[in-house]
């Protein structure tokens, strides 16, 4: 099926540096890319969703200018995360689609999930 | 808006019983489910994926039914095993838009 990996897959930084995470679709190309948190014992909280080539947009509460989204071509798109504080730790999940039916990938529009990168911020 | 919601929150069964994991939803008009499981600190595995003019979905020991009408899912696992614990979650994806509205998760034990 369908890969999707992350980079890092765990990174530890100091309050107040940016973090950036990568995320690729490693044979197919992803026209939308979705970024999700996810707390500890928590589901996935949608953050904003990204098409190639256009800007992101973002679900109501989190802060474009500290969640950075790049999504600048159909197989890589990128979150940053600017001036880290400890509230931002957290487990973020990357998920990518396609509208393009092919041997990979379903008709349906389905997700295909990154495996998360897990932050912590001191 | 739509909400998705998960019972039980968590599940401790013994190896090689039945159990059935529900999810409901708030908004009926939906484009199709997913089951998805998640292992502690990684990412999602599809498990099923249901359209909305689907009933059910079988994979192996696990089947999937859904009651679009009245906003219901369940995730059977047949002869659970100890591998099988995990947190699964189900995902709605509306008519609307194309992002899932995920529900809380349950988390699933199975005892040897």
């Known amino acids: 099926g369908a890969v999707v990996s992350q980079h890092p897959s765990w990174v530890i930084c100091k309050s107040g540096t940016s973090v950036k995470i990568e995320c690729r679709s490693l044979?197919?190309?992803?026209?939308?890319m979705f970024w999700y948190r996810q707390f500890p014992k928590q589901s996935l909280m949608l953050m904003a969703t990204?098409?190639?080539?256009?800007?992101?947009?973002?679900e109501q509460g989190v802060e474009k200018d500290k969640f950075l989204i790049n999504h600048a071509s159909l197989t890589l798109s990128t979150l940053t995360v600017t001036s880290a504080h400890p509230e931002d730790s957290s487990f973020y999940i990357c998920?990518?689609?396609?509208?393009?039916?092919?041997?990979?990938?379903?008709?349906?529009?389905?997700?295909?999930f990154g495996p998360g990168t897990r932050l912590t911020v001191l | 808006k739509q909400e998705v919601t998960q019972i039980p929150a968590a599940l401790s069964v013994p190896e090689g019983e039945n159990l059935v994991l529900n999810c409901s939803f708030t908004d009926s008009a939906i484009y199709n489910l997913q089951w998805f499981r998640q292992d502690p600190g990684k990412g999602l595995t599809s498990l099923l994926l249901?359209?909305?003019?689907?009933r059910e979905q079988t994979s192996g020991r696990l089947n999937a039914s859904l009651d679009k009408s009245s906003g219901r899912s369940t995730l059977y696992i047949a002869a659970s095993q100890p591998g099988d614990s995990a947190t699964y979650l189900c995902?709605?994806?509306?008519?609307?838009?194309?992002?899932?509205?995920f529900g809380g998760g349950t988390r699933l034990m199975v005892k040897p």
């Open positions: 249901i359209q909305s003019s689907q």
């Open positions: 998920s990518a689609r396609t509208f393009l039916a092919g041997r990979l990938i379903s008709s349906y529009n389905e997700q295909f």
């Open positions: 995902a709605v994806r509306n008519n609307a838009g194309n992002m899932l509205t």
């Open positions: 044979d197919f190309q992803a026209t939308t």
């Open positions: 990204s098409n190639e080539g256009s800007k992101a947009t973002y």
